[in-house]
């Protein structure tokens, strides 16, 4: 049986950038969102697969990390898990309480280690979903999201202790010792992934295709976009995902992907260490780049100018 | 299924008598050649016209293909393939586009009338709408490494730099 923990899953992903608009028409036009809901220079976009009423909101303004949102299960897991977090000392922004944007929900907000935003709400109103069909190149919901710490250790830590996310897997360099570990909140192989890098920031968010076919049709549509694939296409080791990583038009790095391994039974899950220097590890098919210095410097983004402050919505 | 479709002077006799064959069996023709049998007219602009709305409707999510008639058909196969994105394959038996489906996902076929009566070019459609993609990994790594040259001139990002 999954274990239960009081973070049900990954919601959202909040970002703000100074070419808002231009972001969005890339997830619009391009990349397969639809535009939910919009106040001032706020946009909400969501994908058709999920009831999740919103996958990313985006604003107007100096690039950062607004928030990464958590669902809850209930009232009584967002309250007893704020308790626990005060306990512990964990800098808050705002109590339980109703929640202010369009869908509605009961939630807080609280800073995590290294100052990014975390909010973890659960009553929201859910939209209309359906299922994507064969062929169609739109994601079915938000994935993952990684984020790069420049210290690993601690950042990993404090996700375990106070969010009670669990690591699934681990990619290691022979030098450099851990790089990355894949954390999971439920049976999905990772829902968030912290990347050793040289400052906090965004490293990527992922988007769950259909299947092969909808990935396939997906990472051709954002070529002709005229977006760059800067790794990929592939298939990850750890986590058995397929993968293909563009960079849209605020400098971050979007991944399709599809086919994420889960993890029905966690007792019997023995987290993996796969050294990043073997190809084979990163990308089982190996035919995709050798993840290079290259590919990693594209991946550690701008620094996150949102540490320790509020987003203003 | 949608249905583009486009026969230069060479295969509009062809052309025009399966897009009602199409038809009747229940598909949705767009027509993207002359309106009437033009002796002498070109295959590119029909030929790009009808990977362009293949392309534009795939990516809309549209079940969808393509099929263009023409003399050989060498021309139109190239002329479709110079649309970004679209995967053209020449029909020469049921089973290679069979195959074309299965492995290389092409979404519009090319039949050459004179080497193909209307029982033979019934018989490559038929193949050609009824096979889905194979929907395996490798072949849709192709695919996208095909994309990406089309699209950034490399493969794999650096592998083939000059």
Known sequence: MPKQRKISHLRYLALAMPNMQEESDFFTKFWGLTEVHREGEVVWLGTEGSPEPYQIRLRQGEKRIDLIGFGAASKEDVDALHAELVSKGVQIIHEPKNLAQFDGGYGFRCFDIDGRTIEVSTGFELKQSRKINEREPIPVKLSHVVINTNKLAATTQWYIDHLDFAISDTLTHPAMGEMMNFMRCNPAHHSIAIVQGPHHSLHHMSFEMRGIEEWMRGAGKILRAGRRMVWGPGRHNAGDNTFAYFIDPAGNTVEYTTELHNIEDEDSWHPSKFDITQVSNADQWGTANPMSEFVARESFNDVDKGLFVAPPV | ?162
Do not use: C
């Open chain 2, 1 to 162: 299924m949608r249905i583009h479709l486009a026969a230069n002077h060479l295969g509009y006799e062809l052309g025009r008598q399966l897009e009602e064959w199409l038809s009747q069996s229940g598909h949705e023709t767009i027509w993207h050649g002359a309106d009437f049998l033009d002796e002498g007219d070109d295959y590119p602009i029909f030929s790009a016209r009808v990977g362009q709305a293949v392309i534009d409707d795939e990516d809309r999510g549209e079940n969808v293909k393509g099929i263009v008639f023409g003399g050989d058909g060498s021309g139109e196969v190239i002329a479709v393939n110079k649309v970004k994105g679209a995967r053209a394959t020449f029909g020469h038996s049921a089973k290679q586009v069979e195959l074309a489906r299965r492995e290389a996902d092409a979404d519009v076929l090319v039949i050459g009338a004179i080497h193909h009566d209307l029982a033979t070019a019934k018989e490559l459609i038929a193949a050609f709408l009824s096979t889905s993609f194979g929907d395996a990994l490798e072949y849709a790594r192709r695919i996208i490494n095909v994309a990406e040259y089309e699209t950034s001139g490399t493969i794999e990002g650096w592998l083939i730099e000059g």
